[in-house]
Structures are given as C-alpha cells and as structure tokens.
C-alpha cells in the first residue's frame, strides 16, 4: 500500500455475536446531562467543574465498556501506513472547521434565537481561562472524538450499512448533544460534525480529528 493511500473500506466488522445497544446510549446521555449545567450553571468556576466532571465520566465509562468487550473505540492510532494522507486531511479538516465558525458559522448562530436555554458563563479569571483554553479544550476534544467518531460513527455505519449514513446520523447526534445552545448552534456543530467524522472516516484515525477539533475550539472560545 502506498504512503498516500487510505483505505476507504469499513473496518473489520464486530464478530458473530452483535455489541448491545445500550453502552451507545450510555455513553451519548451524559452528554445531554451536561448541556444542564449551561442552564442552571452561573458560577465560572462550578461551570468548569461540572464541565471536566461530566467528560471524565464518559471517557471512563469508554473505558470501562471498552474493557469488558462492551464497545469497540476505533481509530486510537496514528495511519504511519498513510501519514501523508492523514497530515493532508488533518490541515484540510482544521481549516474548513475554522472557516466554517468564522464565515457561515456565525450566521447560524444568529439562527432561532428563542431556542437557546443556555449559556456558558464567561470566565474572569486569567489563570482559570488559560487553564481551561488548555486542559479544557484539550479534554473536550478528546471525550468528543472518542465517543462520537470512535464508538458511534463506526457502529452507526455497520448498523446502517453505509459509511455515508453513518456519518450523517453520527453528525446529527453531536449537534443535538448541543442542545442548550439553541438550534443554530445545534446546526452549526453538526457540520463540523460532518467534517470531524469524514477526516476520521478517511484517515481511519480519531488523533487527526482530535487535533482539528481542538484548533477549532480554540479559535471559537479564544
């Protein structure tokens, strides 16, 4: 196999005895929950905590199911058999991600406004900030790609028997886990959904979406 070529090819398929459903729908409602902080959250500093709290339950909870053979977490690696090809669509990924809450993003945000039941309070302090632009940002990335394009995309894919519908369930799904933050917002988060779920798809890895994910985060909370 060529260094440029990535397999486009659903990955091996789970074994002859099929992953229950209910670790999928364990690990997607604390993102539901979480959104609650947004709501009923007006200290920066318990907003944080509830925060961090929530995402390092999920990746536990990844964790563990994964332990037990109750999940499968897809893409953990780096492609070294398609690096050219994985840094090409990490850069490409990154960039639309950042033209998209820049340029269309932000009209859609505009969108529906009565929707919006939250907000995230804004954080004062500088050390707390630089903190959670960091450590924050990093941790969002990492519970978000895990569960949304490690555990779900893949699953979702099989269950459908098309990459494309998974994708676009996958998507759907990681806008509404934004529900407080109104239904454009909801709409926004979904095609950067999109994007993160089809460089995972093409690299077959969830370290490039990662990387996007956080730049793209970054920008947006900067």
């Known amino acids: 196999m060529s260094a440029g070529h990535v397999p486009s090819t659903p990955p091996v398929p789970d074994g002859a005895v099929p992953l229950p459903t209910w ?32 995402r390092f339950l999920v990746l536990g909870l990844a ?17 070294t058999n398609a690096w050219v090809a ?53 941790l969002v990335a990492v519970s978000e790609e895990v569960v949304f394009r490690g555990v779900l995309l893949p699953r979702l894919s099989r269950w459908l028997r098309s990459e494309v519908a998974g994708l676009f369930v996958s998507a759907v799904l990681f806008g509404l886990a934004h529900w407080s933050t109104g239904a454009g917002a909801v709409l926004q988060t979904g095609l950067a959904g999109l994007l993160l779920g089809l460089c995972t798809q093409r690299t077959r890895s969830l370290l490039p979406a990662v990387f996007a994910h956080y730049v793209i985060n970054l920008a947006a909370f900067s």
């Open 23 to 54: 670790p999928l729908v364990l690990l997607f409602a604390p993102f539901l929950a979480n959104d609650l902080g947004n709501i009923f959250v007006r200290s920066a500093g318990w907003w944080v905590a509830q925060d961090y709290a929530w």
């Open 63 to 79: 964790a563990w199911l994964a332990t037990r053979g109750r999940v499968r977490i897809e893409g953990l690696r780096w492609p």
């Open 86 to 138: 994985a840094a090409c669509w990490t850069l490409f990924t990154t960039a639309a991600g950042l033209w998209l809450i820049d340029g269309p993003g932000r009209q859609l945000l505009q969108l529906w406004p009565q929707t919006r039941t939250g907000f995230i309070p804004p954080i004062l302090s500088p050390g707390l900030r630089g903190f959670d632009l960091s450590v924050g940002l990093a």
